[in-house]
């Protein structure tokens, strides 16, 4: 399986960043689709996930600000960023299950700093 994220970047407190992930070459059905983020001398954490059917849930202190939006038929998902503020600096990390297993893509660098 190959995942390919893209839409990282340098944005100013309260900016807008939307983050993308495509994934491909399973030989089973992708399901849940997410992003998790690893700041600097923290472990990884859950941001947001969702199904095929397209039921979202999100880390608290993201809610309202971040959505996670997917196109099955191209097996790809985007986390729309938005009030972005420096805690939310860190490397956001696309996770996808299918019917074998759940994988990582390399990751995309999100900083916010004025």
């Known amino acids: 399986v190959q995942i390919v994220e893209s839409g990282g970047g340098l944005v100013q407190p309260g900016g807008t960043l939307r983050l993308s992930c495509t994934a491909s070459g399973s030989r089973g059905t992708f399901g849940v689709m997410g992003w998790y983020r690893e700041a600097p001398g923290k472990q990884r954490e859950f941001v947001t996930l969702t199904t095929r059917n397209g039921s979202p849930q999100y880390k608290d202190n993201v809610k309202g600000r971040f959505t996670v939006s997917r196109d099955n038929a191209k097996n790809t998902i985007f986390l729309q960023m938005t009030n972005l503020q420096v805690a939310d600096t860190a490397v956001y990390y696309c996770?996808?299950?299918?019917?074998?297993?759940?994988?990582w893509g390399q990751g995309t660098q999100v900083t916010v700093s004025s």
């Open positions: 996770n996808v299950g299918d019917d074998y297993g759940h994988y």
